[in-house]
């Protein structure tokens, strides 16, 4: 892991940010208002910042899938350039880096560091699906052209949706993804507890990973497209460039609303449909973030975003491994006898300004932490 500064598209890193900021601050502080504020209407907005329960989409299921998708933009400006090198190097950061990610994924929600296998998850979190991505993504563009990323993207739906819509279904416990992970990772997936002499799943946990990880990588694949056609055209064609962004996130949301009829759009199986709904979105939102931010250049009102989005492994790590409550209740806790009501949202808006802090300090000396 290095610590450098970057230079990147700057509507990435402002995307990049805004995922962050909604996930480590706006969202857990959201839900601490709501614990404390009985409004129906307030309530019914905060179902946008919960995952949908089984089938449809919300808000909040689009904040994993535009990860990967980010992930696959940055690969056509890292690997161009390396394309036709066979030197081993090429392949050993891609390696390095699918480690890395790998193994910070099992620290923040794989329990590594509780040093216990009864509660070691092997795979189990965003992180390991940018893993995965990123790792067949970026060898298929070593050597694929354009289309052929396109047949391969097609291809993986397909292969995909024949076990699920043959074998089981779409159901919440009983589909073919579900199945594969409980026979494969057994008592190292998620949603499993070592109960008395004997491991016990859970009927509630519904997230798959090892068939997911077909649709993961079509996901970092709709992404390293849309910064192929963004490097290819931003110089040349920016306004074109923008028109076919927009036509292709047209194409994928509609061919993904149709298609739901036959395969639901699930984010906790990753379904065909849904990859291409929420790919669909992803594309549409580059594409508005490009315009505005590198076409018109209109970037003070976004740019504080890129203090989260040019530290983003360092946000999302200090935010899911490090719990600063504990200093929040040792400055506040004289407050708390006053205040009893609102002590939660105290410590939560704490915890999360420290991470803030943190990643402005940084930020101002030109500290990037990049894999």
């Not at 190097?89 to 040093?115: D, K, S, T």
Request: hydrophobic fraction near 50%.
């Amino acid at each position: 892991m290095k610590v450098i500064p970057s230079q990147r598209l700057e509507s990435l890193d402002i995307l990049r940010g805004l995922d962050l900021f909604l996930l480590v601050f706006l969202q857990p502080v959201l839900m601490s208002i709501g614990q404390i504020w009985d409004n129906p209407a307030y309530h019914s907005m905060l179902t946008q910042f919960e995952h949908e329960t089984w089938e449809g989409f919300r808000l909040w299921d689009l904040i994993m899938p535009l990860f990967l998708f980010m992930t696959g933009i940055t690969i056509p400006f890292s690997l161009d350039r390396k394309i036709g090198n066979d030197s081993p190097e090429v392949y050993r950061h891609i390696i390095r880096r699918f480690l890395i990610l790998w193994i910070i994924g099992m620290i923040v929600q794989g329990n590594l560091l509780a040093f216990d296998w009864h509660v070691l998850r092997l795979y189990s979190n965003t992180l390991q699906a940018i893993a995965t991505g990123y790792l067949i993504t970026s060898l298929a563009y070593l050597h694929f052209r354009f289309k052929k990323l396109i047949g391969l993207g097609l291809s993986l739906l397909i292969i995909y949706s024949i076990p699920m819509s043959t074998w089981g279904g779409y159901e919440p416990n009983y589909n073919f993804a579900i199945y594969l992970d409980k026979m494969f990772l057994q008592n190292f997936m998620d949603g499993v507890k070592w109960q008395g002499d004997e491991w016990i799943f859970s009927e509630h946990y519904q997230y798959t990973w090892i068939w997911s990880s077909l649709t993961f990588v079509v996901t970092v694949l709709m992404g390293c497209l849309t910064g192929k056609v963004i490097k290819d055209g931003k110089d040349k064609d920016p306004n074109g460039t923008t028109i076919k962004l927009i036509i292709a996130a047209a194409i994928c949301i509609v061919v993904s609303l149709i298609w739901q009829f036959q395969q639901p759009i699930i984010k906790k199986i990753w379904t065909g449909s849904m990859t291409l709904f929420s790919g669909g979105i992803c594309i549409l939102l580059m594409a508005v973030f490009y315009y505005v931010i590198d076409v018109k250049q209109i970037k003070m009102p976004f740019r504080w975003l890129k203090v989260y989005g040019m530290n983003s492994i360092v946000a999302y790590g200090l935010a899911e491994v490090i719990d600063f409550r504990s200093l929040v209740h040792s400055l506040t806790f004289g407050l708390e006898k006053h205040f009893e009501e609102y002590s939660h949202l105290i410590l939560t808006i704490g915890n999360y300004s420290i991470v803030l802090v943190i990643l402005i300090f940084l930020y101002k000396r030109g500290i990037f932490v990049k894999i």
